[in-house]
């Protein structure tokens, strides 16, 4: 038996989960916390008062070609622009392909935040760590960021592997540990990604990492869609 809260494993005949302290009694129609039967329309169970969990708005399909086709194309893009720039013999032509690898670089920066913003939106059942809007603004806090990647990144593995859980929908688990390597990639990148050589392999690592999560995090957005 697993958790329907946090997805760990029970022994058969536990009343409680051994983790969280979820209720096993029953399936579906079972409260999360105190595990009493619960009314196939109740908003709120009528021993505890916790509310029960319900999906939004129909998930959104997303379109695997082009979150990953802009991510690595501007990537490409932009860090050509830039090597341009370092070797070119003309100051002009150094000085305009500097500036201009900003743009697909940027480009890439706003169809990641999308794509993160899609997938908290697609978890919200009142039963997950934080909201869409949250999950992308506080990733522009200075230094406090650092800290949030954990929250928004790691957190959404782990948030939605216990929301399909909740809504008994079968789907594989997203890779917790692939998630929390690009959090400690991202902060070794920010210390350390102005040492030569060492950077740069740290760098291409987490570009490489976003692209896989990127991908899983369409593929798991997408089964969403599909159970709706």
Not at 72 to 87: K, S
Not at 101 to 126: C, H, I, M, N, R
Not at 158 to 179: M, T
Request: positive net charge; proline residues 4%.
């Amino acid at each position: 038996m697993r958790c329907p809260n946090c997805g760990t494993e029970a022994a058969e005949g536990d009343r409680f989960c051994p983790k969280c302290g979820a209720g096993l009694q029953g399936g579906a129609g079972s409260c999360l916390k105190c595990g009493s039967a619960l009314k196939p329309d109740a908003t709120y169970c009528a021993q505890c008062g916790m509310t029960v969990p319900r999906r939004g708005r129909p998930v959104e399909r997303l379109s695997k070609s082009f979150f990953l086709g802009s991510l690595v194309g501007g990537w490409v893009l932009g860090y050509a622009m830039v090597i341009g720039a370092i070797f070119s013999g003309s100051a002009g032509a150094s000085i305009g392909l500097g500036l201009f690898s900003t743009l697909p670089l940027v480009y890439t920066a706003v169809v990641f935040f999308v794509l993160w913003y899609k997938a908290w939106e697609s978890v919200q059942d009142g039963h997950v760590r934080t909201s869409p809007c949250r999950a992308v603004g506080f990733m522009f806090i200075p230094f406090f960021n650092l800290y949030w990647l954990f929250e928004a990144i790691w957190g959404f593995a782990r948030d939605y592997n216990r929301f399909i859980v909740r809504h008994r929908i079968s789907a594989p688990d997203l890779s917790e540990g692939l998630f929390l390597a690009v959090c400690i990639l991202s902060v070794v990148s920010f210390c350390l990604g102005w040492v030569p050589f060492f950077g740069y392999v740290i760098v291409i690592a987490l570009l490489v990492l976003i692209v896989i999560v990127a991908n899983a995090v369409v593929d798991g957005v997408n089964r969403l869609a599909e159970s709706a």
